[in-house]
């Protein structure tokens, strides 16, 4: 009986400090969590914690005059023409990481901000259960691990697993060579197949679906490689020199290519039509999802003009030659530059073409001579 009443009162002790600790590491948490891209404060602040071995690979990218920027020039979201983040990783030591992003967080509640972009706090608070860090489960990680989990690893996204993903590999370089990669437990076809060409799928290690509290015995955190959306060199030259390299050149016949979108937003009802238009002037039709990452990245290879929606699927222009035409079709509704950063950067010949939607981003209008004239000039 006394060890029962004894058992009942450690048991709402526990109850007690946990919901007071969680209490204060809301309250804390809140106003240090900026909705900015990777705020200045961070890691830097983890004063007598984060002691550890840094290195810096870049202070920031200049880009400098690009010329015309057609859709640049019409946006506001992201419009950065250069990237003023640091590139770098640090060696935390022994290490909490929370949540489903997996963000490092001190003993004072801080978290690493340079891992939270404006989507990933309000991501990071929503799918947290902040008293589970202190009475839930823990997994504990022994040895050298860094992480390359964040919110775009959970959105699948075959544009932010490139551009944004991925990039945070270029810190593997500055760290021990047998250092584990966390990855997401749930890896695709085209995640897989990239790292195995990076040379590192050996080296990654999937948490358990719904692991929201690990301490890693030594870890090392690596950066984000930039602004998400905006023009990066230093990403565009990663993927191409230590990704596309190791991918096997294989020959196709097809020198047009349309990347479609089935089931997806922007296209709508008049994707059909968009389907039969290019295939009579004699494109292939290319749905990503029935095509292996390696088969993707020599259609584009070999192809003298790619054309497609403005979506994930146009990533595939990473791996076109220069030189190489891009006709990319815009709902109004919907206008972001990427691929055209993209085309930038690898001295593509680019052709937006915008047409008018609804508010969902699906068209509602083809200017099907506005089309013709810009196909003329290549087909």
Not at 314 to 340: D, Q, V, Y
Request: with cysteine.
């Amino acid at each position: 009986m006394k060890d029962t009443k004894y058992k009942i009162i450690s048991l709402l002790k526990k109850l007690k400090w946990s919901l007071v600790h969680s209490y204060f590491a809301i309250v804390r948490l809140l106003p240090k969590v900026s909705y900015r891209y990777f705020p200045a404060a961070g890691l830097k602040n983890w004063i007598g914690e984060s002691d550890g071995e840094e290195h810096l690979v870049i202070e920031g990218q200049k880009i400098g005059h690009v010329g015309k920027r057609y859709i640049f020039d019409q946006i506001d979201f992201c419009k950065k023409n250069n990237q003023p983040y640091k590139i770098f990783s640090k060696n935390l030591g022994k290490t909490r990481l929370i949540g489903s992003i997996l963000t490092p967080i001190n003993k004072s509640f801080y978290l690493a901000t340079e891992e939270l972009s404006c989507y990933d706090a309000k991501y990071l608070i929503k799918h947290t259960n902040l008293t589970q860090m202190y009475v839930g489960d823990v997994l504990y990680l022994k040895g050298d691990y860094t992480s390359i989990v964040g919110y775009w690893t959970y959105c699948k996204n075959y544009y932010h697993w490139f551009m944004d993903v991925l990039p945070r590999l270029i810190n593997l370089r500055h760290m021990p060579s047998d250092v584990k990669i966390i990855v997401p437990s749930n890896l695709t076809e085209y995640e897989i197949a990239s790292l195995k060409f990076l040379g590192v799928y050996d080296r990654c290690e999937s948490l358990p679906s719904g692991t929201d509290n690990v301490v890693v015995e030594n870890f090392w955190f690596s950066s984000y490689a930039g602004a998400s959306n905006a023009i990066n060199p230093i990403t565009y030259n990663f993927l191409r020199d230590n990704l596309l390299a190791n991918v096997g050149r294989s020959e196709t016949n097809e020198e047009m290519i349309f990347f479609t979108r089935r089931g997806i937003k922007r296209g709508g009802l008049l994707l059909e039509q968009l389907e039969e238009y290019f295939k009579n002037k004699g494109f292939k039709l290319i749905e990503g999802a029935d095509h292996s990452f390696e088969e993707q990245v020599n259609y584009c290879r070999n192809a003298k003009v790619i054309a497609g929606l403005h979506g994930a699927a146009l990533t595939n222009i990473l791996w076109a030659e220069s030189g190489t035409t891009i006709i990319e079709i815009f709902s109004s509704s919907w206008l972001r530059a990427t691929k055209e950063n993209i085309s930038i950067l690898g001295g593509l010949n680019y052709e937006p073409i915008i047409f008018e939607s609804f508010n969902d981003g699906d068209l509602k209008f083809i200017d099907w001579r506005k089309l013709d004239e810009i196909i003329k000039k290549y087909v």
